[in-house]
């Protein structure tokens, strides 16, 4: 496990899970979240959660304190990357919305979110944790290599190379 602590909580320690696990989507963009993802999720000081996308192929859900974490690295990246940042900002302010987890233990992803990774209609999801955040995508494209470059497209892969995703 990889070990974490939340930023602006003193005190409060944790191991990020590292599992995947495959998961539904239905017609209507409700998410089934396996129990394990929701009880990690519910151990969090706060639980609100933020759903976002830098590359257009992958939905990623951050608690809100993650979220606000990777902002931070991700505008210090963008001030070296002035070319890159531009198109991953824009997905980011465009597809980021508050999403939250219900009594079903579903999540619905907004519309224009789901429209623009591909995950309108329904689908085999892959959901993984990753750096303190959840991703979501077609089980299909997940098996993808990460370094394969028609995977990834040239802003993604300096933010991983730059360790931010």
């Known amino acids: 496990m990889e070990t974490g602590s939340v930023p602006d909580t003193p005190g409060f320690a944790f191991d990020f899970p590292l599992f995947a696990d495959e998961t539904t989507i239905d017609e209507k963009g409700r998410v089934s979240i396996p129990v394990r993802h929701k009880e990690f999720i519910t151990s969090l000081p706060a639980k609100d959660l933020v759903a976002v996308t830098v ?30 940042a531009p198109a991953a900002r824009t997905n980011l302010n465009l597809y980021g919305c508050p999403v939250a987890i219900d009594a079903a233990d579903r ?14 209609g329904k689908h085999k999801l892959c959901l993984a944790w990753v ?34 995703l």
Request: no cysteine; net charge positive; proline share 6%.
């Open 107 to 120: 999540l619905l992803l907004p519309q224009k979110l789901r429209e623009k990774v591909g995950l309108a």
């Open 55 to 84: 590359d257009g192929k992958m939905a990623m859900i951050f608690p809100l304190i993650f979220y606000k974490e990777f902002l931070k690295q991700f505008e210090a990246w963008a001030k070296l990357n002035p070319i890159k």
């Open 131 to 164: 750096k303190g955040r959840l991703e979501l995508t077609k089980a299909e494209v997940y098996a993808q290599p990460s370094n394969d470059p028609v995977a990834l497209n040239d802003s993604v892969t300096s933010l991983v190379e730059a360790g931010i």
